[in-house]
C-alpha cells in the first residue's frame, strides 16, 4: 500500500449537507463541535485556496438552509452551491457529479452530514470509480454512535480513509512555518478553546 499525501495543489473538497435541520438531526456528537470541525474545514481550504464543492438536500424543508458561516468563509462557493431535490447519494445528481469532475482531483476530501447517508453513499461511489477518497468522520456525524460507527466501518472496509479534522488540516499544512502553515494553525486551535 502506498501513501501520498492529500495537498492544497492535488486534492478537493467536497462538504455535504451541512444544514442546519440535518446537523440537529445527527446526535453522536455535539452540534457545536460538529459545525467547529465542518467550519473548520471550509476555513482550511479558503486559506489553501483548494477546490470547494458544496451542496444541500431540500433547504425549503426539515432539513433547513447550509449553516450561515458557509457564506461568510466560501462565498463564491456557497452561491455556485448544488442544491440537490431529494436525492440521497449526491453523485446521482448530475450537477453535483459535472461540479466535482471540474474540479480536475482524483484526491477528494469528503465531510457530510450524517455520515450513515449523506457521506456514504458519494464515497463509496467516488471511491469504486477510481479516486482517493478521505472521509473527515469528524465533520460529520449520525443519529445514533451505532449509526455512525457502521458507516465508518463500512467506508473503512471499502477503501475509504478515514481522518479527522485535525488530522487532515496538519496533513494540508505539511509546515506551521510557512504563511499558509501559521493561518492553519490559528484554525487548527480553534479545536482547542
Known amino acids: 500500500m502506498s501513501f501520498e499525501k492529500f495537498t492544497a495543489d492535488n486534492a478537493a473538497m467536497l462538504l455535504i449537507d451541512h444544514q442546519v435541520g440535518t446537523m440537529g438531526w445527527a446526535k453522536s456528537m455535539p452540534f457545536e463541535e460538529l459545525k467547529r470541525n465542518a467550519l473548520m474545514l471550509a476555513k482550511s481550504a ?3 485556496n483548494m477546490p470547494v464543492v458544496l451542496t444541500s438536500s431540500m433547504e425549503e ?3 433547513g438552509p447550509l ?3 458557509l457564506k461568510t468563509i466560501l462565498p463564491t462557493e456557497f452561491e455556485a452551491r448544488i ?3 431529494g436525492i440521497v447519494n449526491a453523485m446521482d445528481d448530475e450537477n453535483f457529479a459535472a ?3 471540474a474540479t480536475g482531483r482524483k484526491k477528494l476530501i469528503i465531510a457530510g ?3 450513515d447517508v449523506c457521506t456514504v453513499y458519494p464515497a463509496l461511489t467516488l471511491v469504486a470509480a477510481g479516486f482517493d477518497v478521505q472521509v473527515v468522520a469528524d465533520a460529520g456525524a449520525s443519529p445514533t ?6 458507516a465508518l466501518r463500512r467506508m473503512d472496509k471499502n477503501g475509504i480513509t478515514l481522518t479527522t479534522t485535525n488530522q487532515l488540516i496538519a496533513e494540508l499544512a505539511g509546515s506551521w512555518a510557512t504563511p499558509q502553515g ?3 494553525v490559528q484554525v487548527l486551535m480553534e479545536s482547542f478553546q
Open 46 to 48: 479558503a486559506i489553501l
Open 61 to 63: 424543508y426539515a432539513q
Open 67 to 69: 449553516v450561515e458561516e
Open 83 to 85: 442544491k440537490r431535490l
Open 99 to 101: 461540479a466535482v469532475k
Open 113 to 115: 452530514v450524517t455520515n
Open 145 to 150: 454512535k451505532m449509526a455512525d460507527e457502521i
Open 182 to 184: 501559521e493561518k492553519l
